[in-house]
């Protein structure tokens, strides 16, 4: 996953490919080269996705401070 990746990734489509990282690395199924290398993108993936809602957490607050009469900075 490089950087373009991440930056076109929804949040919902990072974290259902994280949910499926977990399911493949608790099957017991992989080899460990293959399980360290879905625990890297796994990392990655989690990474991105707290920033996400990093992001969507200050946007909240932003509003809430606002009283919701300003619009969005994106």
Do not use: H, N, W, Y
């Not at 990093?54 to 009283?67: D, L």
């Amino acid at each position: 996953m490089g950087m373009a990746d991440k930056k076109e990734m929804k949040f919902e489509d990072a974290l259902a490919k994280l949910e499926q990282l977990v399911a493949e690395m608790e099957s017991g199924r992989l080899p460990l080269d293959s399980m360290v290398g879905k625990f890297e993108e796994g990392r990655k993936l989690a990474d991105f996705c707290s920033r996400e809602l990093e992001s969507i957490k200050r946007r909240i607050e932003q509003v809430t401070a606002e009283g919701g009469t300003k619009p969005l900075e994106a």
